[in-house]
């Protein structure tokens, strides 16, 4: 059944109702002060949390210029992991597998030919052990292991498809780092942020977070910035969906009432340009890079003890730093992430910033090896359903259905 005509126009005078008790002139005026009186220094329970790397400003540069402006890296690799996404199965098991491919830019197919296979497995049955040392399949090109994940009592699907999806990532971006002369952009943030916000989501997660097999997953991206920062080569995480809220929670501790949901909504709002109420195209607008220490960040800030794993440069040099670009043309923010490692020179600085905004240009998205590195490693909706179906064959079990799956028609083979 649809809604009747008068019920779409009754809907839509809510937003009248709405619209009337929303005075954007306060947000405007709120998120001016926000940039210069509480950015260059927000503090958090007596620690810094964001702070500028070098100049606090916000700019802006010609779309067509710098789409045609030539870019500071000659080569860029991209590298992403994809999933099936966590299924249940009736027999108790708790399945994710993730696919990793590194990308170039200009192509090179050898390089694109390797992956990275990982399936992470959650079983109630504390007597079985599904571990398997890392094979290798298609002439070489391919690694893949079995990874028997820590028993939770809850969130097991969230706790697979973090570890087989950091675990491939981070397992093929260390393999093939000798292949970077460059410039490698991991298609998401530099570390594996979704597995630091276990302690925030239930302290069962939290402990679980320090044992050893999620701990030898974050330290793949710890010996990752080690190797980059000894070859001398950045490394970057180009977040196509920040979500964070480091900035916006901070706010509304310190007695501000934030409008926007998150740290994204906030730096659209510093960002977007408007004349005559019609929004300004001619231009991507950026910030100035920033230390983050807060949140999910925290986690690799220098004070912090990184889940324990031991770091074998200056603390400092691991913390995460991130720049924000505005594409006015589709309406969304983006965020350039480096460690402080690669950001606290300004010509690198320098020539990330360019690199991006060259790239979101002339792309109207993401850098053209991370769409690249994307595209390998997706697994679309008819490859999930036949994996989905091969697990059950093997397990002669079925997938453990849901009234979603039977109300929204999920494919499940």
């Known amino acids: ?144 292991r079995v990874l028997h994940a820590p028993r939770v009592n809850r969130y097991a699907e969230g706790v697979v498809h973090a570890l087989a999806l950091y675990l491939a990532e981070g397992t093929h971006a260390l393999t093939h780092a000798d292949r970077v002369d460059e410039l490698l952009v991991l298609d998401g943030p530099v570390y594996p942020k979704e597995l630091f916000t276990w302690g925030d989501r239930d302290p069962e997660l939290g402990e679980i977070a320090r044992e050893a097999k999620p701990r030898s997953v974050v330290e793949n991206y710890v010996r990752l910035v080690e190797r980059f920062v000894e070859r001398d080569v950045p490394l970057a995480g180009f977040v196509k969906n920040p979500a964070s809220r480091t900035i916006v929670r901070t706010l509304a501790d310190r007695g501000v009432e934030p409008p926007w949901p998150d740290d994204a909504a906030l730096f659209t709002a510093l960002l977007e340009r408007r004349a005559d109420g019609d929004r300004l195209d001619d231009a991507l607008t950026f910030t100035t890079w920033f230390h983050s220490r807060g949140g999910a960040d925290g986690t690799m800030a220098a004070d912090a003890d990184a889940l324990g794993i031991e770091r074998e440069l200056d603390p400092t040099l691991y913390e995460p730093t991130f720049m924000v670009v505005y594409d006015p043309r589709t309406d969304v923010t983006y965020k350039l992430e480096a460690p402080y490692a690669f950001a606290r020179d300004a010509s690198t600085r320098d020539r990330l910033t360019r690199q991006v905004l060259s790239d979101v240009a002339a792309t109207r998205g993401p850098p053209e090896a991370v769409a690249k590195a994307d595209e390998l490693a997706r697994i679309n909706a008819g490859e999930k359903a036949a994996l989905r179906r091969k697990f059950e064959e093997r397990f002669d079990s079925d997938q453990q259905a849901t009234y979603d799956d039977l109300r929204w028609g999920k494919e499940r083979y």
Do not use: C
Not at 70 to 93: A, Q
């Open 1 to 144: 059944m649809t809604l009747d005509p008068i019920h779409v126009e009754n809907i839509a005078r809510l937003a009248y109702d709405i619209a009337s008790d929303v005075d954007t002139t306060d947000h405007e005026d709120l998120v001016g002060q926000v940039w210069e009186e509480w950015l260059p220094s927000l503090r958090r329970d007596g620690r810094v949390v964001i702070e500028p790397v070098g100049d606090h400003e916000r700019r802006r540069t010609d779309i067509d210029a710098v789409a045609l402006a030539e870019r500071p890296f000659g080569t860029v690799h991209g590298l992403d992991s994809g999933t099936i996404n966590p299924t249940t199965f009736k027999n108790g098991l708790v399945v994710d597998v993730a696919h990793a491919a590194m990308a170039s830019e200009p192509t090179d197919l050898s390089l694109h030919r390797d992956r990275t296979i990982v399936a992470t497995v959650h079983a109630g049955d504390s007597t079985t052990d599904f571990d398997r040392e890392w094979t290798r399949r298609d002439a070489g090109h391919t690694r893949q």
